[in-house]
C-alpha cells in the first residue's frame, strides 16, 4: 500500500513557515507521506519540489496584486490543474487568501470528494465576516491559530474550526526552556525597545519611541535598552540611538531577541505579532503604532467599517483590554511615557497584565502538543479517512 499525498499549497513567506511545520509533524506520523504543491525554501528543506517559485505570487496590497493578476491568474490555474492531476488525499490551503482559496474553488468543482482544508484561514471575525459563509462551498475543515477563531467562525455560519495554536507557540517553548545565562545583580531593569520590523514601521515610529524613552529617563527612571533588529538594519539603529539618553544594545537574531525578552522588566512596542511573543514571555508592554501619512486619513473610515476592541493579539484573546494601546494620533511620547512608567513599577496596571498573559498561556494550550503537531493530527485522521472511503468506493 502506498503512504499517503497530501497537496500543500501556501502563497507567501508565513504561509511557507506553517507549511515547513505540518510537512515535518506529518512525516514524523506518516514516515511515507508524500506533497505536491505551492512553497517557498522552508517547505523545499522538508522536500516539497514546489510547482513555481513562490515569490511569482507573494504580491500585497491592492495595486500589487492588480500588476500581478494575468500571472497570477495563470499560476492559480496551474497549481489547480496539477493537484487535480495528482488526485491527492487532502489538501492544504494556508494564508493568503486571493490565491489559495481560488485554486481550492477550481478544485472543488472538479475533485467535489477531495477534502480540502484551511490552515490560517481569513481573519473573519475583523472584516468581511461574510466570507465564513461562503467558505463552506469549498473547505470542509479549518485549522485556527487563536483560540477565539472557532467560535468566530462557528457564529458567521463558516465550515467547522479547530484551534491547533499559533507558531509563537513553538517558537516560545523552544526558547523559554533554554538555560538563561547570568547577568550582574545590579544592572538596571531592561526595557525592551520594538519599533517594527520594516524600514517604514521604524521610520514613522522611531521618533515617538525615542522621545518615549528619553521623557522617562529625564523623570528619573533608571533602566537600559535592548532593540532587537534584522540583519540588514543593525548598523541604522545603532547610528539611530548612538544620541539617546540611556544605554541601548542592539541585538540580532531570535535567540538574542528571546533573551532579551526574559531579561525584561517591559516593553514598549510596535502593533504586531511581537506582541504575543511578549505576551508569552510574561513581559509587560505599551503598543503604539502609526500608518504611513498616505493613509492615515482613512484610519477613521476603517475603524468606522471595521470596529475592533483593539489591534494587540493579547487583548483579542483575552477580549479585555489589559495591554494600553496608542494608535495613530494618540501614539504620543506623553501618552507612550506615562503608560510605561505605571509598568515599570510594582502597581495595579503592571500584575493585571501579568495576570493576563498568565490566562493566555492557558487558552493558547502551552502544554502537550505543539500547534504543528496538532495541525498534522488533523490532517492525518481528515486524508486516512477520505483515502479509505476511496478505496471502498474502489472496491
Request: aromatic share 6%; glycine share 8%.
Amino acid at each position: 500500500m502506498t503512504g499517503l499525498r497530501i497537496a500543500v499549497i501556501a502563497g507567501e513567506e508565513s504561509g511557507d513557515l506553517l507549511g515547513a511545520g505540518l510537512m515535518a509533524a506529518l512525516r514524523r506520523s506518516e514516515p511515507d507521506v508524500s506533497f505536491i504543491g505551492v512553497g517557498g525554501r522552508h517547505m523545499e528543506a522538508e522536500g516539497l519540489r514546489s510547482l513555481f517559485p513562490l515569490d511569482e505570487i507573494a504580491v500585497m496590497g491592492p495595486v500589487a496584486i492588480a500588476r500581478a493578476l494575468r500571472p497570477l491568474l495563470r499560476r492559480i490555474r496551474q497549481a489547480a490543474g496539477d493537484v487535480i492531476a495528482a488526485r491527492p488525499d487532502a489538501l492544504v490551503i494556508i494564508d493568503s487568501p486571493e490565491f489559495t482559496h481560488r485554486v481550492a474553488k477550481r478544485i472543488r468543482k472538479a475533485l467535489p470528494a477531495l477534502p480540502i482544508i484551511n490552515y490560517s484561514p481569513p481573519t473573519v471575525w475583523a472584516w468581511r465576516s461574510g466570507r465564513a459563509r461562503a467558505m463552506r462551498f469549498y473547505v470542509d475543515r479549518a485549522m485556527a491559530l487563536l483560540p477565539f477563531e472557532p467560535a468566530a467562525y462557528s457564529r458567521l455560519g463558516g465550515p467547522p474550526c479547530d484551534y491547533v495554536g499559533h507558531p509563537v507557540v513553538e517558537a516560545a517553548k523552544r526558547h523559554l526552556a533554554a538555560d538563561l545565562p547570568a547577568e550582574a545583580t545590579d544592572a538596571d531593569p531592561l526595557l525592551v525597545v520594538l519599533p517594527g520590523s520594516r524600514r517604514s514601521e521604524i521610520s514613522r515610529l522611531l521618533g515617538p519611541f525615542a522621545a518615549t524613552v528619553a521623557r522617562l529617563a529625564a523623570a528619573g527612571h533608571r533602566f537600559r535598552v535592548a532593540m532587537p533588529a534584522v540583519g540588514h538594519l543593525v548598523e541604522e539603529l545603532h547610528a539611530a540611538t548612538r544620541a539617546w539618553p540611556v544605554p541601548v544594545e542592539i541585538v540580532e537574531g531570535e535567540e538574542q531577541k528571546w533573551l532579551a525578552f526574559r531579561r525584561a522588566r517591559a516593553a514598549l512596542a510596535a502593533s504586531g505579532t511581537v506582541t504575543l511573543q511578549l505576551a508569552i514571555a510574561d513581559v509587560p508592554m505599551v503598543v503604539g503604532y502609526k500608518v504611513e501619512p498616505a493613509v492615515a486619513w482613512l484610519a477613521p473610515v476603517f475603524r468606522r467599517l471595521f470596529p475592533m476592541r483593539s489591534v494587540v493579539m493579547a487583548n483579542l484573546i483575552l477580549d479585555e483590554n489589559v495591554v494600553p494601546e496608542f494608535i495613530e494620533e494618540p501614539c504620543t511620547p506623553e501618552n507612550l511615557s506615562s503608560a510605561l512608567a505605571l509598568i515599570l513599577g510594582e502597581g495595579r496596571e503592571r500584575r493585571k497584565q501579568i495576570e493576563g498573559f498568565s490566562e493566555i498561556r492557558r487558552r493558547m494550550q502551552m502544554d502537550g502538543a505543539t500547534p504543528s503537531e496538532r495541525a498534522a493530527e488533523i490532517v492525518l485522521e481528515t486524508a486516512r479517512r477520505a483515502s479509505a472511503e476511496r478505496g471502498v468506493g474502489a472496491s
